[in-house]
């Protein structure tokens, strides 16, 4: 029998004002909630406190067709929230331990910046990003001046190839590529620099990325599609981590 020392890691999913429709209407609920820094700080210490391993907020590039409809739109806040990677550059200043996972998207994001965001926020947070990797089912295509919203699989294979990217981009730079030598005035090897020139279906990127390797190599990154493509990508990048 193991004797192996197992150990549960506990993550805190936030979602504002609550996950129903109605919850700011409770009476000790934050009414404000989505756009209030105080109540999002009270939130992470006392996970922290907690020993929590991490605090997580879902996200969408825009607003939730539901809240199209007049009604709808008239009684949730779940429309009114922070950008998660701008909310966790804040966050990780008044605490010090706990991973913050944020979600982006690959099929309305672009990996170069996607990649130099993350790599940025690791570095603000000393080694705590994580990225929720999401292709984003509902069609928010016209608030991104494209031709409609891409058919399952075709977000996928997408998919795919945009998290290659954005780790190859992460690879940019080697551990000890910085020198910053002041009496030399040798800031960087550039041997230790890498392009990482993709040319693919759906990309074409030269890099190298302009943030140095992230604190932890990659941020860790996150995947809970339920599709068989989602299960596939999960797969897929638990074996590139």
């Keep these: 029998m193991s004797t192996s020392k197992r150990q549960m890691r506990l993550g805190a999913f936030i979602m504002a004002t609550g996950h129903h429709i109605a919850a700011w209407r409770h009476p000790e609920a934050q009414a404000d909630a989505g756009l209030n820094i105080d109540h999002y700080r009270e939130l992470a210490q006392t996970a922290e406190r907690g020993k929590f391993d991490l605090v997580f907020v879902a996200d969408s590039p825009a607003g939730w067709e539901r809240a199209k409809d007049p009604e709808a739109l008239r009684r949730t806040a779940q429309g009114a929230h ?126 190298p990325l302009n943030v140095g390797r992230p604190v932890q190599g990659y941020p860790v990154i996150v995947q809970a599609g339920a599709s068989e493509p989602g299960r596939e990508l999960a797969a897929r990048t638990a074996e590139m981590i």
């Design 82 to 207: 922070f950008e998660p990677l701008t909310l966790w550059a804040a966050l990780s200043q008044v605490t010090k331990h706990i991973g913050f996972v944020a979600t982006a998207s690959t099929t309305y994001e672009d990996p170069y910046l996607l990649a130099r965001r993350f790599a940025s926020l690791d570095y603000i947070s000393k080694g705590r990003a994580a990225w929720n990797v999401v292709t984003t089912g509902a069609d928010v295509s016209k608030n991104f001046s494209i031709a409609g919203h891409p058919a399952h699989a075709d977000r996928y294979e997408r998919a795919e190839e945009f998290v290659d990217l954005v780790k190859g981009l992460w690879d940019s730079y080697e551990d000890d590529a910085f020198i910053r030598d002041k009496e030399s005035g040798v800031y960087l090897d550039p041997d230790k620099v890498h392009l990482v020139d993709h040319k693919g279906k759906f990309f074409s990127v030269t890099g």
